[in-house]
């Protein structure tokens, strides 16, 4: 159970600031590992302050061997009421670096409340001087974050980091996403209008639609997740690719399946080849947008594709 910080000997309160210290540093370091081949100018400013956090710890070292000797009882921030429970940066996967620098600000703020509330609870002249140091250190780290940022993230370092970011994102939710997208819009079309066209028949068109849009991202959920474990290619973690790509190809075709819940033949067809340029038009500007493909180009590759498809649904369902 854990132990509420009012009844914190002082002894346990310097363990207590020594584990943090530790925690911090460690943590750092995770951040430093995480960003050091993606984000090299960050990963430089949180192993300065990994540095800074290992000296807090050396101090708070000297002074508990000073009062108490040399055995230190290893006391967590779980075993004491009202610290925030953070996820260990292991579990976070690949990190990002808004993620990353949140997280720090959130360190510091809880150190520095740590510190101020420690202080009241000690009696000893040297160790309330020691806490009223490291407090007002944790409370000029915002500063120091802000002043080491100026010195390792100038403009053309952080144009960088923006552009590695902006590829990670590319790769790991654009690529999988629109190929999903792609997919379930382009390759459903042909299976619903044949079969809106062979039976006359909403619902059975409806049926069909959802049938094949739910299968196709099933399909396709799957192979990407098995096309590759992100560890070569940076392409992240192949569960939320596969997830990602799956949902947008049933999303795509279940988009023009969707108006065949209309009763009335004709008004659903008129509807379902609306949603069907909308679809088309909006998979273009997706291309446009993040694939740097001119919009004229990506509209004509995708439009060409999908009224091929469209026309083989048509001639299928009508013959």
Not at 69 to 83: A, Q, S, T, Y
Not at 105 to 130: G, N, P, Q
Not at 225 to 249: E, K, N, Q
Request: glycine share 8%; with cysteine; hydrophobic share 45%.
């Amino acid at each position: 159970m854990a132990k509420k910080f009012k009844d914190l000997t002082e002894r346990e309160i310097l363990a207590l600031a020594i584990s943090l210290e530790e925690e911090d540093s460690r943590t750092y370091g995770d951040f430093v590992d995480g960003l050091r081949e993606t984000y090299p100018a960050t990963a430089k400013m949180f192993e300065e302050m990994q540095a800074e956090e290992s000296e807090h710890r050396r101090r708070l070292i000297e002074m508990y061997r000073q009062r108490f000797g040399e055995h230190i009882p290893l006391i967590h921030r779980g075993d004491v009421k009202g610290f925030i429970q953070h996820k260990p940066v292991w579990l976070m996967g690949r990190l990002g670096i808004d993620t990353v620098r949140k997280q720090a600000e959130i360190m510091e703020l809880e150190t520095r409340r740590f510190y101020e509330c420690a202080m009241e609870r000690v009696t000893d002249a040297s160790t309330r001087k020691l806490l009223g140091d490291l407090a007002d250190v944790e409370r000029q780290h915002s500063a120091k974050a802000e002043s080491l940022e100026k010195e390792h993230l100038t403009p053309d370092v952080r144009k960088q980091e923006e552009v590695a970011h902006r590829r990670l994102f590319l790769l790991q939710i654009i690529q999988p996403g629109l190929a999903g997208l792609m997919d379930g819009s382009v390759s459903t079309l042909a299976p619903v209008f044949a079969a809106a066209f062979a039976t006359r028949s909403s619902m059975t068109a409806f049926l069909v639609g959802l049938a094949a849009s739910v299968g196709a991202g099933i399909s396709m959920g799957f192979a990407e997740a098995l096309s590759d474990d992100g560890s070569l290619t940076g392409r992240g973690r192949p569960i939320v690719r596969g997830v990602i790509c799956g949902l947008m190809t049933a999303t795509g075709g279940i988009g023009h399946t969707l108006p065949f819940l209309i009763g009335n033949f004709n008004l659903a067809m008129t509807a379902a080849v609306i949603v069907v340029a909308a679809e088309l038009a909006t998979i273009s500007f997706i291309r446009h947008r993040y694939m740097d493909t001119p919009f004229l180009s990506a509209a004509f590759q995708v439009v060409v594709g999908g009224v091929l498809v469209f026309l083989t649904g048509i001639l299928i369902g009508s013959s």
